[in-house]
Nanobody, 130 residues
Framework: VQLQASGGGVVQPGESLRLSCTASGFTMKWHGVGWFRQAPGKEREGVVCMSSDGAVTYWEDSAKGRFTVSRDHAKETVYLQMNNLKPEDTALYHC????????????????????????WGRGTLVTVSS
């Protein structure tokens, strides 16, 4: 019962990547799904979350206007489209399900912290470098 993130790679500043988050062993369509990242030497932080009804909550201000989230229930997959990537986006990206249901918690709330998310699986590394 895990979510597997994929699609990372090495890109130059200004380029784009699309990450995928796929469920294994369960259905995630009733869960809010959060994207998190952890840069070297830093704590894991929340980036953005998509509720089961498609509502999007941005946790990281720098993601607004550059990152978009979508989901395909039939494929049990949530996508993170990242445009205009910057070196500071370099990190290991994970996705996880909200322990408390379909709605995503607001930014800067206690429940937006990684501890309140589950089904962590393999992350995908994004490196933005010229």
């Amino acid at each position: 019962v895990q979510l597997q993130a994929s699609g990372g790679g090495v890109v130059q500043p200004g380029e784009s990547l699309r990450l995928s988050c796929t469920a294994s062993g369960f259905t995630m369509k009733w869960h809010g799904v959060g994207w998190f990242r952890q840069a070297p030497g830093k704590e894991r932080e929340g980036v953005v979350c998509m509720s089961s009804d498609g509502a999007v909550t941005y946790w990281e201000d720098s993601a607004k206007g550059r990152f978009t989230v979508s989901r395909d229930h039939a494929k049990e997959t949530v996508y993170l489209q990242m445009n205009n990537l910057k070196p500071e986006d370099t990190a290991l990206y994970h996705c996880a399900t909200n322990r408390y249901g379909g709605k995503c918690p607001p930014a800067n709330s206690d429940r937006s912290r990684p501890a309140h998310f589950a089904s962590w699986g393999r992350g995908t590394l994004v490196t933005v470098s010229s």
